[in-house]
């Protein structure tokens, strides 16, 4: 019996206004630490625009954030 082959999950292209919507988001809808966060990354990597910041920002909370896998 021949299987379906399976489909690969395409990821959508992300605007990037919606890293600052998501960043609000993960700070559980507050637009002042994500401000915050915003500018600190910005600080730390100066050739960061403020989208680029965000991004960073986001993805960083998303490892932080990310189940961890134990060694036995």
């Known amino acids: 019996m021949a299987r379906r082959p399976v489909k690969k999950k395409v990821r959508k292209a992300r605007n990037p206004g919606d890293y600052e919507a998501e960043l609000v988001r993960?700070?559980?809808?507050?637009?002042?630490?994500?401000?915050?966060?915003?500018?600190?990354?910005?600080?730390?990597?100066?050739?960061?625009?403020?989208?680029?910041?965000a991004m960073a920002v986001v993805t960083r909370i998303r490892h932080e954030r990310s189940p961890r896998r134990r060694s036995l």
């Open 26 to 53: 993960l700070c559980s809808g507050n637009r002042r630490e994500a401000e915050r966060l915003i500018l600190e990354e910005q600080q730390r990597s100066p050739a960061f625009s403020r989208q680029g910041a």
